[in-house]
């Protein structure tokens, strides 16, 4: 996931000295009060999205657009993998070839896109010249190819400077990004956010880049490609996707755009993760439309927020090395609890899970809400506390020793500068110490 001025953030968290990282956060978080609405005027006034092809015949179709819009001296195309998806980049070239596209596959991304992958593929850029790049594979493979469209078409600038806000004037060399997600999750396939890892520091630092020009132009669902999602892989994609949908739904960021993006993502969810967990590839219909979930909930969430499940999450899973999808969805239940206190916009939701409001009171309401939420998670095996947590497992010593890294992780998360709700360090120490064993969130 991601945002505007997300790059800026995370830079100055990690390379300004400490007294004017403040200063800048204690500014931002002063700018962000200020846009915290719906429809923030002058920015959130558009609707981007990938042209996206879904269902059988996706990838001929994709093909033969291919085959029929590149002219002559633009038929060279670098597909993007990682060593699990290669054998589908290996696909893809062969169907290239008989339409006389010249492709090269390379199958170097590493998990959380380091830069040294980034400027081996930028070298065979310069020799081969693609006019289209095709990324085939999960967050890391789709994140990597957007931080190397920035480094090929823009070599002079460095990745930490990319503003959101100013144009970048990318697609002078490249023709077409096109995206082919391999798990259903991210929704990176759709979105303008890229996660890397900057491996000029030691230990290396993730940072986000994030532009509207990194946004892919198609977006194409193969469901063969994410068929044989092991379980575990597919419930923590499939709980990351809900927390994108149900945590920007209760933001109180948005656009009508969002809200129909978020509501019908949610739904899905809701009746297609538990079969597309519990049949993996038996059941084709379910696979299908989570991607189609998960695609949808990233377009929801780049014109909203996500809330501060991911702050937290991407905290946990940095310090503790746990799954995105299951620390984001593991804390969705805390999150919405805290923003309950601002906005009731979490009501609107209720039907979709199957909650009848008639003549409930808010209190009675919420409980149901939030209690779905956790059975929803249970159904399929996920945690909804940290206690709870299998994979890893994680001891209660363990959490607590690493309490203050976590909540400094969280705090300077981009995320958190946008959260509705007043939120500093105290705050998140406090959540984090109720969902280790699930307390409610009281406060
Ligand atoms: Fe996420």
Redesign the pocket.
Known sequence: ?GGFLENKTEQASEQVPEPATQQINENLRNLMNMLKARALSGILTSFRSPKVIFGMTALNRLIDYLNGNLEEGERRALIITDDFTEKYGNQISNMLNKINIESKVWAGVKPEGPFATIDEAFKICEDFKPKIFIAIGGGSVLDSTKGLMVRYERPEMDLFNVAALEPLGLRKKLKYFIAIPTTS???SEATLASMLTDTRFNPPKKFTVSHPELIPDFAILITDFVKDMPPFLTMATGL?AL??AVGSYVSTIGTPFSDAMNTYAIKQIVKYLPRAYKYGAKDIEARSRMQIAALMAGLGFIHSR?GID?AL?HSLGKVLNVH??LC?GMFLQYSIAFQMKISERWKDLCPLFGIDTKDKDNNKLSIEFLQIIKDFIHSLDGPVCVKEMKNPVITEKEYFKNLDLLVKYAETDPVAFMVARYIDSEIIKRIFEYAWDGRTIDF
């Open positions: 996931m999750g991210t929704g990351d927390a994108h996500v991911h999450g995105h999808g984001v």
